[in-house]
């Protein structure tokens, strides 16, 4: 009894999963039948892993849903799928409705069937909206499909350059690739899904958009935004099912493997943006912020600058050596000069900067003597 009931549970859990009743075939179009279920090609943790092969035709894509995200063969940009044509953003920014006979890596789509729909009163920076959509779906275990459509004041996206055919290299150590794209004053729609922590792996867990502009020609992974007049629709999925790849690099993927760091920073556009994100408002906060950080490390530096200065001082002093060394002191420059030039500083602002930091040099040396 006991063997039959383990040898049971999967067939059951997948009937449960992917079935539908029969008699609702006959009685309804398929939109209707596959009402808030969710249909999922491919395992998102194994493209975040690596496997960019693609699997998955979007013509056949198409018969599961008319709205959706994923992403290309060979991770060749992002995709997203609305009022049922697909939309590729490749790294270049180029955005294109694609050939259903091409393949996607990795996609989830539904046939989208809002039963919230909300009309937020405020601009928005990404921590607000949210805030205000975990205020609506209080079911954390629940599955959503969220449409946002309107204008933004800013939105930001990223897109993946295409990796070489069987390159496996992890997504979260390509992220320095990405390319990122600000979008000001932009109008479109971001197609989107909150899905809960059960569903880490096959998919991923959180919010996750891709935008695609009302003139169907700028897209994208969404990674930030301060909206401006939007409307949000919401549909609540009850049940989904996954296509597994029938690859046989997708044979031996390791599972095992604990890729939570990897997720997170692929979703949100790379480390720095994970470890403020929650207190981040916008674009202009988190660069503010990474501002704050290195003014504080530079402060720093000069102070440790001085010290070292000052113990120079104190050496001069008992070997009765001059303060002023100005061959030295142009050694130091030249050398300032060159390594800002390979970052793209001006030989002006480093000789300014330098001889400021000279002058105080030769101060604090002087005033040791008193
Ligand atoms: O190297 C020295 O002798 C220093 O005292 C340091 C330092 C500097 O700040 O770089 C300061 C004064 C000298 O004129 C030359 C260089």
New binding site residues.
């Given amino acids: 009894m006991r063997l039959i009931h383990i040898l049971a549970f999967p067939v059951l859990a997948l009937i449960i999963l992917s079935a539908r009743p029969a008699g609702l075939n006959q009685s309804h179009n398929k939109a209707d039948t596959l009402k808030h279920h969710l249909y999922t090609a491919g395992i998102g943790g194994a493209l975040i892993g690596g496997l960019y092969d693609g699997i998955y035709p979007y013509g056949s894509l198409k018969q599961h849903g008319n709205f959706g995200l994923g992403a290309p063969a060979l991770l060749d940009g992002e995709l997203i799928i609305f009022n049922g044509k697909i939309y590729q953003t490749q790294y270049t920014g180029k955005t294109f409705e694609v050939n259903d006979k091409q393949l996607a890596s990795f996609a989830m789509v539904n046939y989208f069937h809002p039963s919230i729909k909300i009309t937020p009163n405020k601009a928005m920076d990404k921590a607000g909206l949210f805030h205000l959509l975990d205020s609506v779906l209080t079911n954390v275990n629940g599955m959503y499909a969220i449409h946002i459509s309107g204008t933004f004041s800013t939105l930001k996206t990223r897109a993946f350059p295409p990796v070489k055919e069987h390159q496996h290299t992890p997504l979260a150590d390509m992220l320095s690739l990405q390319h990122f794209f600000t979008y000001n004053s932009a109008q479109g729609d971001l197609v989107g899904y909150r899905l809960p922590v059960f569903m880490d792996n096959t998919n991923i867990s959180g919010y996750h958009f891709h935008f695609l502009s009302a003139q169907k020609n700028e897209g994208g992974h969404m990674i930030d935004l301060l909206t401006d007049h939007i409307q949000i629709e919401i549909d609540v999925l009850d049940s989904y099912n996954v296509q597994v790849p029938a690859t046989s690099d997708y044979e031996h993927f390791d599972f095992k493997k604990n890729r939570e760091e990897d997720i997170k920073s692929v979703e949100r556009g790379g480390k720095a943006q994970a470890q403020t994100q929650g207190s981040k408002v916008d674009t202009m906060t988190v660069y503010r912020d990474k501002i704050d950080q290195l003014d504080k490390q530079i402060v720093q530096l000069l102070g440790e600058r001085m010290e070292a200065?000052r113990a120079?001082?104190t050496y001069k002093m008992v070997h009765k050596i001059g303060?002023?060394?100005?061959n030295?002191?142009n050694d130091?420059l030249q050398r300032a000069i060159a390594e800002g030039k390979q970052l793209g500083l001006s030989e002006e602002f480093i000789k300014k900067l330098y001889e400021d930091?000279?002058a105080e040099?030769?101060r604090q040396?002087e005033a040791l003597k008193q």
Avoid: D, N, T, W
């Fill in positions: 200065a120079i001082g303060v002023v060394q100005s030295r002191f130091v930091v000279h040099s030769v040396q």
